[in-house]
C-alpha cells in the first residue's frame, strides 16, 4: 500500500481488528514510570511484519489470581524515550497465556524505533529495537537475514549471537531490516536428559517438561495447548532467540515442527500409523499466533487480544478431495483456523511471497508404509529416480496412464498411488495464490519462500564401481527420497513453468528445513531430460538441529557404501564426503575418501549429475544474509562450527567460512551464479 493516511489506516486496522498505537505527528517525552523488570516479562519482547508504516509489537506478561490486565506499550524515536511517537493502552489476557500483541501505525518507513512495555505498577519490560519496511519505491538495497532450524533443547543457538554481533558494528546501510524465520521455531519434540543425556556427540539440554506430553520413542510430544505454549516459552527462553527478537522485527513463516515432526493438514504420524488430530491442528494454531508477532489471518476474525478457536474434534477422515485435502469439517475448520501464507514488499527491490507447506500437503507418499518395499538396505537413502516420479504423479503419471505396478530390478511392486491425487504441498488455493502473486509482482527480486528446499538431491550410483556393491537396481539416478519440494516433481515444474511462460525475472527462492547450506538454479528437470533455470535457490543452514553429515557420522557404520557419505581419517576426524556425492557424483566421492586429494576427486566429476548445484555443505550451521539492489543479489552464507554448547565469547564464537553467491539481474535470460569464498574452507562443498 503506497498512500496512507489515518482514514484509509483506521479502516484496514479495524478490519484487523487491531489494538492499535497510532503516532502522533510530534514526538514527546515518555510521561510512564517504568523501571525495568525483566522477570516479570520472561519471554522478553519482539516485533513483527513491518511494513512501511506500521510494524505488530509482542511482549508476555504472566499474572496470577485475575483473568485480565493493561498494559502500556510505548513506541519511541530513541532508546530512551525522549521521543515517543505512540503511547497505547493493551489487554493482556489469561486466556492468550498472557501474551499480547500491538499493531504500532502511523509510522514513519525505513525508520528505527524503539519500544516497551509497562505494567500498572510501572514495571516495565526490556526496549525493543525495530524497523519499519521501506516504501514500495524506495531504491534503497535491502538486506535481511534468513534462518530456519533452532533447537534449545540439543544445541545453542550462536548463530544469533553472531548475527547480533555483526549488525551492531555494520556500517548504515548496511544493518539487516529484518529476519525471515522459514520455520522450526520450535521443535515439539522434547527430550528430557535424564532419560536421553546425550544425542550423537551433543548434550541434551534441560528445557523443562512438556505437561500432558505424549511418549514417542525418546521424545515428549504436546497433546494440548498448554503443551504448545511450554515448548514456545523454553525456545524464546534461550537469551539468543530472545535478543535477536528485540533487535529485529521477525517474519515468520512455519515449517512441520510448529505442529508435528511427521504431521500435514490436521493428521499426525507416529510409527507409520496416521491419526486424526484436528484439535492438536488448532492448539499448534493458537499457540504458534500467541507466540509469534505476525499479520496471519486467523478465522475468528481480527481481534489481536485472543484466539477464539473454533471447536473441532477428531474425527475420522475417510477420503480426500480432488486436491488431496482432507474431505472432512473438521479438517477443513481446524486448517483453516489461521491462513499463514502471505506476502510482504519491502522497498522497489524486495517481494516476499511466503507459502505455508505443511497445512494443505498431502501426505507425503514415501513416507507411507506403502513405500517401505522400496527400502534397499544396500543403498541407504537412495530411492530411483524414475520411482518418485511415479509415485508423485498419482493418477495423472504419464498422461494419466500410471502403471500398476513399479519395477525394482527384478521385483514388481504395487504402485499404491496409480489411483490418487498427483502430489501437492501447496493445494490448489495456495498455489493459484502463488502464481498470481508472482505474476502481480513489480519488485526487482520476486523472493518465493518454499520453506522446504526445492533443489533436486540427487546422485549416479549406476557409476558405481563394479563389485562395491549389489548391482544399482534403479535406471539411472537415485533420489534421496520424498520429503521436501525437491520431490514434488509435477508441482514444481507446474510453478517453474509458470514462471518462465509468464516472463518472470528476478525470480528467487530461499528455504530452510534440511539442516544444510545449498545455492543453485532453480530448474524443474536435470539431464538427461533439458536443463533450463528460471531462477536461483538458496537454503540455509540450521541455526542449531543437527544435520545429515553429523547423523551419517554415527550411522552406517560398517556400511559397504559409508565412504559415499563419511571419510573416517586416522586420526579420528570425519569428512563429509556426502557433500561431493551430492555435487560431484559417487566417484568423486569414493576418491575423496580414498585419497583425501580434493583435486582427484573433482577431476572425477560427473557433470550431468548437478548442474543446478554451486554448493552444498550437509554439515553446515548458521545464517544467511541476503543482500538485493537494482542490479544483482547477492546471499551471503554464515556458517559457524556445530553449535553443541553456547558460545563463551560476544561475537558468537568463531567462523566456520563465509561464502558469498551473486546473480546479477537477468532478463529473458538464464541466470548466473559467482561464488566467492570470504572466508575460512569449504572445499568439500564447492
Ligand atoms: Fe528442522
Redesign the pocket.
Known amino acids: 500500500m503506497t498512500k496512507w493516511d489515518r482514514r484509509n489506516f483506521l479502516a484496514s486496522a479495524a478490519a484487523m481488528g487491531a489494538t492499535l498505537a497510532w503516532a502522533r505527528p510530534v514526538p514527546a517525552a515518555s510521561r510512564i514510570t517504568w523501571r525495568e523488570a525483566r522477570t516479570l516479562y520472561p519471554e522478553g519482547v519482539a516485533s513483527g511484519d513491518p511494513d512501511p508504516h506500521s510494524v505488530m509489537l509482542w511482549t508476555r506478561r504472566p499474572f496470577s489470581g485475575r483473568p485480565r490486565a493493561e498494559l502500556t506499550a510505548e513506541i519511541a524515536l530513541d532508546p530512551d524515550f525522549r521521543r515517543v511517537v505512540a503511547t497505547m493502552q493493551v489487554p493482556v489476557l489469561a486466556e492468550s497465556d498472557w501474551t499480547c500483541r500491538v499493531l504500532a501505525a502511523g509510522l514513519q518507513p525505513a525508520t528505527v524505533y524503539w519500544y516497551r512495555f509497562t505494567d500498572e505498577a510501572g514495571h516495565g519490560s526490556r526496549v525493543g529495537r525495530t524497523l519499519t519496511a521501506p516504501l514500495d519505491d524506495d531504491p534503497r538495497t535491502v538486506r535481511f537475514a534468513f534462518v ?2 533452532q ?1 534449545v533443547n540439543e544445541g545453542a543457538q550462536n548463530a544469533y549471537r553472531r548475527m547480533i554481533w555483526e549488525d551492531e558494528r555494520a556500517p548504515d546501510g548496511r544493518q539487516l531490516g529484518f529476519v525471515l524465520h522459514l ?2 521455531f520450535i ?1 515439539e519434540v522434547v527430550e528430557y536428559p535424564d532419560e536421553v543425556p546425550h544425542r550423537y556427540d551433543r548434550t541434551v539440554f534441560d528445557i523443562g517438561r512438556v505437561p500432558d506430553a505424549r511418549k514417542v520413542d525418546n521424545f515428549h510430544v504436546p497433546t494440548t495447548l498448554d503443551g504448545y505454549r511450554m515448548v514456545y516459552r523454553a525456545h524464546i527462553d534461550d537469551p539468543d532467540v530472545q535478543d535477536a527478537r528485540a533487535r529485529w522485527p521477525f517474519i515468520c513463516i512455519g ?3 510448529e505442529f508435528s515432526w511427521q504431521g500435514w493438514q490436521s493428521f499426525i504420524k507416529y510409527d507409520g500409523k496416521a491419526e486424526p488430530a484436528q484439535a492438536l491442528r488448532v492448539a499448534a494454531n493458537q499457540a504458534w499466533w500467541e507466540y509469534i508477532p505476525s499479520r496471519v489471518r486467523k478465522a475468528s476474525g481480527p481481534g489481536l487480544d485472543r484466539f477464539a478457536p473454533p471447536a473441532v474434534i477428531d474425527a475420522p477422515v475417510p477420503t480426500l478431495d480432488a486436491d488431496g485435502f482432507g474431505d472432512e469439517a473438521n479438517n477443513r475448520l481446524a486448517v483453516g483456523s489461521m491462513t499463514a501464507y502471505r506476502a510482504a514488499r519491502y522497498g522497489r527491490h524486495v517481494d516476499l511471497i511466503m507459502t505455508d507447506f505443511h497445512s494443505y500437503t498431502m501426505e507425503d507418499p514415501t513416507s507411507r508404509p506403502e513405500a517401505n518395499a522400496f527400502d534397499l538396505p544396500d543403498f541407504p537413502f537412495f530411492m530411483p529416480q524414475e520411482t518418485l516420479e511415479i509415485l508423485d504423479g498419482g493418477r495423472n503419471y504419464d498422461g494419466n496412464r500410471p502403471p500398476d505396478t513399479i519395477a525394482l530390478g527384478e521385483k514388481r511392486i504395487p504402485n499404491f498411488r496409480k489411483d490418487e491425487p498427483v502430489y501437492t504441498m501447496l493445494g490448489r488455493t495456495q498455489k493459484a495464490w502463488l502464481k498470481e502473486r508472482l505474476t502481480a509482482s513489480t519488485a526487482t527480486w520476486k523472493i518465493w519462500t518454499p520453506t522446504n528446499g526445492p533443489l533436486d538431491m540427487r546422485t549416479d550410483p549406476q557409476n558405481l564401481p563394479a563389485g562395491l556393491t549389489t548391482p544399482w537396481p534403479g535406471k539411472s539416478y537415485a533420489t534421496f527420497g520424498g520429503g521436501d519440494f525437491s520431490a514434488a516433481f509435477t508441482e514444481r515444474a507446474d510453478i517453474y513453468d509458470h514462471v518462465r511462460a509468464a516472463g518472470i525475472d528476478g525470480f528467487v527462492t530461499v528455504s ?2 534440511r ?1 544444510s547450506f545449498w545455492a543453485g538454479y532453480a530448474a524443474k528437470a536435470l539431464p538427461p531430460r533439458t536443463f533450463d533455470p528460471v531462477g536461483v535457490s538458496f537454503i540455509v543452514g ?1 541455526i542449531s ?1 543437527p544435520g545429515l553429515a553429523e547423523a551419517l557420522e554415527h550411522g552406517l557404520k560398517g556400511h559397504r557404501l559409508r565412504p559415499l557419505f563419511v571419510a573416517d581419517r586416522a586420526d579420528g576426524t570425519k569428512e563429509a564426503t556426502v557433500n561431493l556425492l551430492i555435487r560431484h557424483g559417487v566417484r568423486s566421492a569414493l576418491e575423496y575418501a580414498r585419497t583425501g586429494d580434493i583435486d582427484r576427486a573433482r577431476a572425477l566429476t560427473n557433470r550431468d549429475v548437478a548442474p543446478h548445484l554451486a554448493f552444498v555443505d550437509m554439515g553446515g550451521h548458521g545464517y544467511a544474509v541476503v543482500t538485493a539492489g537494482a542490479d544483482a543479489i547477492e546471499t551471503e552464507f554464515v556458517c559457524v562450527p556445530r553449535p553443541v554448547a553456547r558460545a563463551t565469547t560476544p561475537d558468537g564464537g568463531p567462523i566456520r567460512y563465509r561464502v558469498v553467491h551473486r546473480a546479477a539481474l537477468w532478463s529473458g535470460g538464464k541466470p548466473t551464479l559467482e561464488q566467492r569464498m570470504l572466508e575460512g574452507d569449504a572445499r568439500l562443498s564447492v
Do not use: E, I
Open positions: 530456519s532450524c533447537s520455520g522450526d521443535y515449517d512441520n515442527h530452510g528445513d539442516h540450521s538441529a
